[in-house]
């Protein structure tokens, strides 16, 4: 008999048809991340704000933005819709997960798709919010660039700190005893990567996340990093997890599954409790 994963698999619009309220959340969830770093980003960096007045050193600025940040994804993960569509935010983290076989083909797609069209949209929605501000060269839609030291550092740390993400999350996720702290310890790396490792590369950790700003500042130099680093750093760590604890210790793709909202991935969450 064909069961409903079988369908999904060889008759995509069942699949569309079933999950597309995921696909919408997962979008609307970027989207509200690049709304959040532009609006911060304005705050803490375009030269006529008071915040930028308030604090005039750039490190404890970064400090502050990675602050909100970390914020921001871990209001995201433990809101309803984070919780259901499993916020995985990133293009990145969808193939690392597909590549574990815990997402069906048809979903890994519509949320990379969806990814895309909300970090574009996120952007968009905040430039009509803060107007010419957010095009400001300081603010400059919050793009991330390579640092002074060039693309191969850039390309270098894009690539560990996304390591290091997927890692945590595998780590975190997988464990009975350390699930539920997935999402704090999460926020906590962004907002440790923003704080030490921005002047890199701008910490982007996230290709639907840096070609969002890239359209709107009409600023592509370095989008090869953002759009190969951190997808071949989380698909390694994806492999070294499995190699070493083997593919019966991958429960899931929800990053936050310690909740009861309804469950779209190849999910065997039931066997860790």
């Known amino acids: 008999m064909e069961t409903l994963s079988t369908t ?13 309220p995921e696909y919408l959340m997962e979008a609307a969830e970027l989207g509200s991340f690049m709304i959040s770093a532009c609006v911060f980003t304005a705050l803490l960096e375009h030269p006529a704000s008071p915040v930028h007045a308030l604090v005039p050193d750039p490190t ?6 990675g602050t909100a940040m970390g914020l921001t994804v871990i209001s995201i993960f433990f809101s309803r819709w984070g919780k259901r569509s499993g916020a995985h935010l990133n293009p990145g983290v969808t193939l690392a997960f597909y590549s574990l076989g815990k997402i069906h083909g048809w979903d890994a797609f519509s949320y990379v798709v969806a990814q895309f069209a909300g970090g574009l949209a996120g952007v968009s929605l905040a430039s009509l919010v803060i107007g010419k501000g957010l095009g400001h ?3 400059n839609y919050a793009v991330t660039m390579p640092g002074p030291k060039g ?50 590369s701008g910490m982007s950790m996230n290709p639907a996340r840096t070609l969002g700003s890239a359209v709107r500042a009409n600023q592509f130099s370095g989008l090869w990093i953002y759009f190969t680093a951190p997808v071949l750093g989380m698909l390694l760590a994806a492999r070294i997890y499995v190699m070493r604890r083997g593919p019966h210790a991958i ?10 909202q309804r469950c779209i991935f190849r999910c065997n969450y039931g066997a860790l409790e």
């Open 60 to 65: 404890l600025r970064r400090v502050l933005m």
């Open 137 to 139: 060269p300081s603010v």
């Open 251 to 260: 429960f899931c793709a929800k990053v936050h599954h310690h909740n009861n």
């Open 8 to 20: 999904i698999e060889t008759q995509p619009m069942v699949g569309f048809e079933r999950h597309w």
């Open 151 to 200: 693309p191969w550092v850039a390309f270098g740390a894009e690539f560990l700190i996304s390591f290091l993400m997927i890692m945590t999350v595998l780590t975190f996720s997988n464990s009975k005893r350390l699930t539920r702290w997935t999402p704090l310890m999460a926020g906590i790396l962004v907002a440790t990567f923003i704080s030490f490792e921005a002047p890199l």
